[in-house]
């Protein structure tokens, strides 16, 4: 299943930077790829992003990745859990300096697997965020770095204690 959704998160990178080769005017979507550590993925994330609007650095937009870690023990009992992380967010600041606003949700699917189970447990949710943090952008291509406030929506109840910290590559 991880590598269905890497394949198809690969794709739709590869299909839309072709896309926009052939776009006439020349303008193109700002887009940025990043990892994530913390923040809206749980513990680590590799997401994608774009802006809504042609030849705009800010603005609204959305994001869209994937996320997971394995751990295991030596008596072969295993935990995966694969995250989902999709957001529209806000981005206010024309320069390098600005400010992320946002609201996502995030599907997480835990599977426990067991030598002494025939089968495995699997358990699926999701969980809501928010975001606000500072962004520093490149203004056409180069290095992007995010750090964001996150607090988590889960159950009915707010976890305010969650961050998280992104590098990646804004591009035109």
Known sequence: MKKILLLSLLLSILILQAQAQF??????????????????????????????????????????????????????????????PLAINN??????????????????????????YSQSIVQKGVAGFLNVGYRFQPIKNGFLFKINWTPVISGGTIEPRWFGISFGYGFK
């Open 91 to 116: 981005i206010i600041g024309k320069r390098r300096s600005a400010l992320e606003t946002g609201v996502g949700i995030t599907p997480v699917i835990i599977s426990e697997e067991n030598p002494s």
């Open 23 to 84: 776009e006439p005017d020349q303008i193109k979507y700002s887009k940025a790829i990043f990892i994530e550590f913390g923040g809206n993925g749980a513990l680590f994330s590799a997401n994608y992003e774009m802006r809504f609007k042609k030849g705009q650095q800010d603005g609204l937009g959305f994001r869209a990745g994937f996320g997971g870690i394995r751990l295991a023990d030596s008596q072969g009992k295993s935990l995966n859990i694969l995250t989902i």
